[in-house]
């Protein structure tokens, strides 16, 4: 099973005729370089010195998107008390792996920056992509064509958060369409090329005023990084441990079947996520050091760490 944008990637090189092995040691030598210049550059540097500092809406980051393309029209993750449920039209499709959460992070930052619920997204469409820390290509695979494929994705996606927790006696259910209105007016043969109008979007006004009341400080070097790698669950884990490790207190255990349930992939052998879970949390760490987590048998332990983002830089 497909569960990572990467897997899909190596799948498609085996169908033009390499092969795998030699396709994922490859790959392999590139990310362990790639990862080092970057854990080195953020050592160095703070993300706001750096002008690096991002944010991610706190609901977003405590239940995750798919990691990789769904032909269902509904996703459901959960965790604790909290489900989100993410449903999309039949023609267009559930947004997934890394693009839609370059997306989100670039959408929190602006809103949390402006105050407002409408987000300007680049004079051109090479001026949004070098935003999102992306390179501009044509092509069937190219970030072109991928990312207008993902724009409409996740613009186009309704989403539910529902609370019920039966200790309490208590239950509340918040859905919006994130994203009310659209309008993108580049030139995708031409995508150097200025647009006349703006390419801007207006944020549902309940989520706006949602994602900016406490957003999840994040290094977007750590996130584009990751991105880069495309994985998807590599992100999922680290801005889930910056929120996460922000505020614990005491050492805490938490199980891997409630972590297949938030971050999911739909495994059928809660093993095989365990495997792929403590892979890509060796590449988090290395660019989040300071996370003091260990896997063992019954499930993931974190300990008080120093945050991604010291409380002094998170605003």
């Not at 795998?20 to 030598?29: N, T, V």
């Amino acid at each position: 099973m497909i569960d990572d944008e990467k897997d899909e990637l190596i799948l498609t090189h085996v169908e033009r005729g390499l092969d795998s092995r030699s396709k994922r040691q490859i790959m392999a030598a590139e990310i362990s370089e790639r990862i080092v210049r970057e854990a080195l550059a953020i050592e160095q540097q703070s993300a706001k010195d750096s002008g690096n500092l991002g944010y991610l809406a706190r609901i977003l980051v405590q239940a995750t998107m798919p990691h990789a393309k769904l032909e269902a029209t509904e996703y459901t993750r959960k965790n604790g008390a909290l489900t989100i449920s993410m449903q999309a039209p039949s023609a267009i499709g559930l947004p997934y792996g890394h693009y839609p959460r370059l997306l989100l992070s670039f959408i929190t930052t602006e809103a949390v920056r402006t105050k407002s619920p409408e987000i300007v997204l680049g004079d051109s469409l090479t001026d949004f992509l070098r935003q999102l820390g992306l390179a501009t290509t044509g092509g069937r695979w190219g970030t072109v064509p991928r990312l207008r494929d993902h724009l409409r994705r996740l613009f186009c996606s309704t989403v539910s958060w529902t609370y019920d927790n039966a200790k309490d006696n208590a239950w509340a259910s918040f859905g919006v369409r994130p994203v009310e209105t659209a309008m993108l007016w580049w030139d995708p043969k031409s995508p150097e090329q200025p647009s006349f109008w703006k390419s801007k979007i207006g944020l549902n006004q309940r989520f706006f005023e949602e994602i900016v009341k406490n957003p999840v400080p994040i290094d977007m070097r750590i996130l584009r990084a990751l991105a880069h790698e495309r994985s998807p669950l590599a992100i999922d884990i680290y801005t889930w441990l910056t929120y996460r490790l922000f505020y614990l207190r005491n050492e805490t255990l938490i199980p891997w079947e409630g972590l297949a349930m938030q971050f999911g992939g739909d495994y059928t052998r809660l093993r095989d996520f365990r495997r792929k879970f403590a892979g890509r949390l060796r590449l988090v760490t290395k660019l989040y050091p300071d996370a003091r987590v260990v896997p063992s048998e019954a499930g993931l332990r974190l300990s008080p760490s120093w945050p991604s983002i010291p409380p002094l830089q998170g605003r």
